[in-house]
């Protein structure tokens, strides 16, 4: 997802990929399944068949992740480790709730008259959503045959994970950019652009719409050169109706302080307005629709 953190853990320890406990955790997931009893390998089954997943939390959301009002799932587990992450409880996957997939559908169809009334529909956001490529494919294909318009929130880095069954039940990829120099995308995310850019090309070839996002954080991804190389990465992509600039905040602070891990922007001050302003103009020049 879109957030904003650290390099001291550069890439998942192998305890991220555990199945989760079973735990009591996050937010809106009140009335959902508790799998307290069943066996650890039975789950580590249903996690990898996708009937079984791990979130963080879900909520519904207007005007955020997507066209009109969403239901956002949030997905435990990330690769990446953005220094400006705002949601690094989302890191580990053995941290999230698990929750089954016919459970989350029984909601979402709940929510069918609300989606088709705002044209909105269900986002499938992290943490990273294609650390759990089954579970995802699942809830994007139950979705789709409900009629429900499908999105999913990734940094592409694990483009690969999503074969072309799950991309033919996506409407729309929100699609972090997060930045244009590998060497920067490294500095930021502690992870290569490569991947990125590689499942990018995929989504353009397949005509998939892409929304684009990119953080701007001053002294990190702001360098033109940095951000005309994001542009110029963007470009050829035919299938990006929308960019969006979005401003680096602080809110994720206490939240790496409680998680006792080292926050390294925590010295670094937002955007100002005007500066956020010249870098959407910057994206506006080569021809994109910036917001
Ligand atoms: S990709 Fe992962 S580490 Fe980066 S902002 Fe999103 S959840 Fe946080």
């Known amino acids: 997802m879109t957030s904003v953190t650290t390099s001291t853990q550069a890439g998942p320890r192998d305890q991220d990929f555990l199945a989760p406990g079973a735990r009591l955790r996050g937010a809106g997931t009140g009335g959902l399944v508790e799998l307290t009893d069943i066996e650890r390998s039975q789950r580590l089954a249903k996690m990898r068949d996708g009937s079984l997943g791990s979130i963080h939390s879900w909520e519904l959301v207007t005007a955020v992740d997507g066209p009109g009002t969403r239901m956002t799932v949030f ?8 220094l400006y992450c705002h949601n690094p409880d989302t890191f580990l996957m053995k941290d999230g709730e698990p929750i089954e997939a016919d459970e989350l559908l029984r909601r979402m ?3 069918r008259g609300l989606f088709r009334a705002t044209n909105g529909g269900i986002t499938l956001s992290g943490g990273e959503v294609l650390m759990q490529p089954a579970f995802a494919k699942r809830l994007v294909k139950g979705a789709k045959a409900m009629g429900i318009h499908t999105c999913l929130d990734t940094s592409g880095y694990l483009g690969a994970h999503a074969d072309d069954e799950m991309l033919d039940n996506v409407d729309l990829v929100l699609l972090d950019v997060k930045s244009g120099d590998p060497q920067t995308y490294k500095q930021v995310t502690g992870r290569e652009l490569a991947p990125t850019i590689e499942f990018g ?3 353009a070839a397949k005509g998939i719409e892409v929304w684009i996002r990119f953080v701007l954080v001053p002294g990190l991804t702001d360098d033109p050169d940095n951000m005309r190389a994001v542009a110029e990465i963007v470009k050829p992509w035919k299938n ?3 960019f969006e600039v979005l401003p680096f905040h602080q809110m994720g602070t206490d939240k790496w302080d409680a998680l006792g891990l080292e926050y390294k922007l925590r010295d670094v001050k937002p955007p100002s307005p005007e500066h956020t302003d010249e870098v959407r103009q910057l ?3 080569y021809g994109f629709n910036v917001f």
């Open 283 to 285: 994206f506006r020049s």
């Open 75 to 82: 997905l435990a587990g990330c690769p990446l480790r953005c």
């Open 240 to 242: 990006v109706t929308r």
């Open 201 to 203: 090309n995929r989504l």
């Open 109 to 111: 169809r709940r929510y």
